[in-house]
């Protein structure tokens, strides 16, 4: 199976440790994952914004970096959301029958990560040792869009030495959302502060979520706060042994 890596432009910029540890995770599921370099950005933001006619470019770079792929694979509920639900939005607003087709085809082969392990690898224990207080926050895009369920939670419960504590109203928008943490400043850091108080009244040690950009906003309030809780991604703590601990 030939598994390609869609790192995300957040993670690429900001957090590249995220892209090592499904590599590592991987590679340790005995899953050789290249990293195409043609990649960029998978054009969410400006189809959040509504600018699908400029979205075209990037959704034709997109499947020409994945062409020929079994599987892309992504540490982000967000960008997997936009590739298989966005992308053929743009491509029909193009009228090119070539990219409608390319989209088809590319589209239906990207998942998010715990989608990956689970439903085409079928692995829920994936030998991980991390031995904290953890809860777990389900990012919206994962929740709403792709509708990942459980899945994060059950490959969770399965990292030895990890306890798995609960989140009150983990369902609620932490309130970054992208652009609307810019236009709508006020709203987004009173949403991330409520979740933030939810996160400390947890005890937990760690906040675990399949996005860095919700990481980036609710553990900037934590950070903020002295809180102590350290802001994880999944694939970090997924890819943490005994003999390499996170």
């Keep these: 199976m030939r598994v390609a890596l869609m790192v995300t432009c957040v993670n690429d910029a900001m957090f590249p440790g995220t892209g090592r540890a499904v590599v590592r995770l ?9 990293f195409p370099v ?14 699908l006619d400029e979205a075209v470019p990037v959704v034709r770079s997109f499947v020409g970096a994945f062409e020929g792929y079994d599987a892309v694979v992504t540490p982000s509920g967000s960008c ?4 298989r639900h966005q992308h053929r939005l ?15 085809a590319t589209s239906p082969r ?53 306890r798995l504590v609960e989140l009150v109203k983990a369902e609620e928008c932490c309130g970054f959302g992208g652009t609307f943490a810019v236009k709508n400043a006020d709203t987004s850091v009173a949403m991330g502060t409520d979740k933030a108080r939810h996160v ?14 919700c990481l980036m906003h609710i553990g ?18 997924l890819a943490a042994t005994e003999e390499q601990p996170a």
């Design 80 to 83: 997997a959301g936009s590739v």
């Design 220 to 237: 900037g309030v934590l950070d903020r706060g002295r809180s102590g809780v350290r802001a994880m991604h999944l694939a970090e703590v």
């Design 38 to 51: 043609a990649q960029t950005c998978c054009g969410q933001p400006m189809v959040n914004t509504g600018y």
């Design 90 to 104: 743009v491509a029909a607003r193009s009228g090119d029958a070539g990219l409608v087709a390319a989209v088809a």
């Design 26 to 34: 991987l590679r340790r599921l005995g899953v050789e994952v290249d």
């Design 110 to 162: 990207t998942y998010e990560l715990s989608e990956f392990l689970l439903d085409v690898l079928g692995v829920s224990d994936v030998g991980a040792y991390f031995p904290h207080t953890v809860t777990y926050h389900p990012t919206c895009h994962s929740l709403r869009m792709l509708g990942v369920g459980d899945r994060p939670r059950r490959l969770l419960e399965q990292v030895r030495g990890l």
């Design 200 to 213: 400390r009244e947890t005890g937990a040690e760690v906040l675990v979520t399949g996005d860095n950009s």
